[in-house]
């Protein structure tokens, strides 16, 4: 480690080989919590390149457990978080709205890290066990058109660092990792970023990749589209910029979209809103980010067909629907 801290001290950039060999030793404990942490404050100094970032990913692929669900056309909803916001749980919430809308969702997951509750604290809250186990993931898949994939259950690397991220309580590469690193390897991606360097890195990152996937960054800072400012949108078709009435919307205010001070506040925001009783602004952006979800399953179809899904799954609680019965599996 010493020998990659003065090499990383030095301005130097790692090869994808080196970063990969990196991230694998920390997670198998060859490193201590000081020297890990070390490692992570380089990065958090200096900006991560797209060969350094795929040779973590390769790492961390590698010790996953992972899950087949290739008889399926799945997607998931995932940001990196670490944009400062503290928002409610919109990503979540318009997986349950995809997933009322019949698609099929791997949601990866975890803690909170640098915001108030993550999605698996509002899950956990609300009553889901969270599962690794193949078959029982299936069924919620089958049953409830969702499965959540805790990623602590997939990524024991995580098990080694969580506890030094949590005690920096800072955005680290890990974020960066988070939405790259599904064990299910779904077929398509709505990947929410916190700034437009991580959106062109992620383009970079994937652009090879046969996942279909949507890279979005709010330009006021949020890793999702928050309705609040004009969102950037990378995809393998290109980059554009584009405003709130791309989906028919009007420009909202960032008080509207602020998620709770706590985990029970925040389930109770969460079930409120899945009952399409949330306000008219916290209904919108997560239409809008579920129909993003839907655009990218199906790109054949436009945005204002798949903003009437969207709505449809949230207004006629068939996303409601599908989280009571992924409760209840």
Do not use: W
Not at 13 to 37: F, M, R
Not at 41 to 54: H, P
Not at 200 to 211: D, M, T
Not at 252 to 259: A, K, L, R, V, Y
Request: proline residues 3%; glycine residues 8%.
């Amino acid at each position: 480690m010493k020998q990659l801290l003065n090499k990383l001290s030095n301005n130097q950039t790692l090869t994808k080989e080196e970063a990969k060999s990196a991230l694998y030793d920390i997670a198998t404990g060859k490193y201590d919590e000081v020297q890990t942490a070390s490692f992570l404050t380089i990065f958090l100094m200096r900006k991560i390149t797209a060969e350094e970032l795929s040779g973590f990913k390769d790492a961390m692929l590698e010790l996953a457990n992972k899950v087949d669900f290739s008889d399926y056309n799945t997607i998931d909803l995932c940001g990196t978080g670490g944009d400062g916001k503290d928002t409610f749980n919109i990503s979540t919430i318009s997986a349950f709205l995809v997933a009322g809308a019949g698609e099929k969702v791997v949601k990866h997951g975890n803690y909170g890290v640098s915001s108030i509750c993550g999605s698996s604290n509002v899950l956990e809250h609300l009553g889901l066990k969270f599962s690794n186990n193949a078959d029982v993931l299936k069924n919620q898949l089958e049953k409830a058109g969702i499965c959540i994939l805790h990623a602590p259950l997939f990524h024991p690397a995580m098990k080694r660092v969580a506890p030094i991220r949590q005690s920096m309580g800072v955005k680290t590469f890990f974020n960066l990792l988070g939405p790259l690193i599904n064990p299910a390897s779904p077929n398509n991606h709505l990947l929410g970023v916190y700034s437009p360097e991580v959106a062109e890195l992620y383009s970079q990152a994937l652009s090879n990749s046969p996942v279909n996937y949507q890279i979005v960054h709010s330009i006021d800072g949020y890793d999702e589209i928050s309705l609040t400012s004009d969102f950037i949108q990378f995809n393998k078709n290109g980059q554009s910029v584009d405003g709130p009435d791309y989906f028919g919307f009007r420009k909202q205010n960032p008080d509207d979209i602020i998620g709770g001070k706590t985990v029970p506040e925040s389930a109770g925001l969460f079930h409120k809103i899945l009952k399409g009783e949330g306000t008219l602004e916290q209904n919108r952006v997560v239409i809008a980010n579920a129909a993003l979800a839907i655009n990218c399953i199906h790109q054949e179809k436009n945005i204002s067909e798949c903003i009437e899904e969207a709505s449809e799954s949230l207004y006629e609680r068939k996303a409601l629907k599908s989280f009571i019965t992924l409760l209840n599996i």
